[in-house]
């Protein structure tokens, strides 16, 4: 079965399964970064992954071949919400002794997020035994209005500690008036439902950012790529530095 992405080294499941949601928005502020990243994490961390790419207008996630992603379209052509498909996903959810990771898509964002709320799907795999996680980018420079609503959209209806947000400064710093995000008041506001904030620093544009463009163009894992004679030393280099900064800021989180 094309979802059937078990892989790592062997480990058994975690002992609560767990369900990663990758959501935001505004498109292009790299939900699928944040999915294929926190993907290779897990696999790092022995655990069944199963990866989803609901986005029915790029499937990005779906072209990172060793992540077998499985294509769930959850709106259709028009924009419609795919309610059985819905109500299927979340069947699997709260049965398959795996760990789900969801790529939405920016059109499938209130859609989803809606349905979510409307069934109270978070309470409901609660009560099966299982912990859901909503990943959120935040983007810097002009994505960062636009990334703060849907953060702020998110958090009115999430459950206490179950946002990750990823700062990501790939545009720039995410700030304003002096203040960090951490700062802001829309933060202030929600901390409560924020368990953790993960920081993609900003780097050098034309060293760790051009390495970064060609590891993503190519679909390739942080892993692939390292292994990869495509790479040049100094390149694979950057990209094992990147890969450490990030699975060090996963690693103490619960779900690791």
């Known amino acids: 079965m094309a979802g059937d992405n078990v892989n790592g080294n062997g480990a058994g499941i975690a002992e609560v399964p767990t369900v990663h949601l990758v959501l935001q928005g505004k498109g292009g502020v790299g939900k699928t970064v944040v999915a294929s990243w926190l993907a290779e994490f897990l696999i790092k961390a022995g655990k069944p992954v199963r990866c989803i790419d609901g986005d029915p207008v790029n499937r990005s996630l779906g072209q990172y071949k060793i992540l077998r992603a499985e294509k769930l379209d959850l709106v259709n052509q028009d924009g419609l919400v795919q309610r059985t498909r819905y109500d299927r996903l979340l069947e699997r959810f709260a049965t398959e002794d795996a760990v789900f990771v969801v790529d939405s898509g920016a059109t499938a964002f209130l ?120 790479f040049m030393l100094a390149q694979r280099s950057r990209l094992h530095i990147v890969q450490r900064d990030l699975f060090e800021q996963l690693q103490p989180l619960p779900f690791a």
């Open 111 to 230: 859609p989803f997020w809606t349905y979510a709320v409307e069934t109270e799907m978070i309470p409901m795999l609660r009560q099966a035994g299982r912990r859901v996680y909503v990943h959120v980018p935040i983007g810097g420079g002009e994505m960062l209005n636009d990334t703060l609503l849907g953060f702020k959209t998110l958090a009115e209806d999430a459950a206490g500690k179950s946002l990750v947000v990823w700062i990501n400064e790939y545009f720039g710093p995410v700030g304003r008036d002096g203040k960090g995000f951490e700062q802001m008041q829309v933060y202030l506001d929600n901390q409560d439902k924020v368990l953790a904030c993960v920081a993609i620093t900003q780097r050098s544009p034309d060293t760790y950012g051009e390495t970064i463009r060609l590891m993503r163009e190519k679909k390739l894992t942080f892993d692939e790529a390292i292994g990869s004679p495509e």
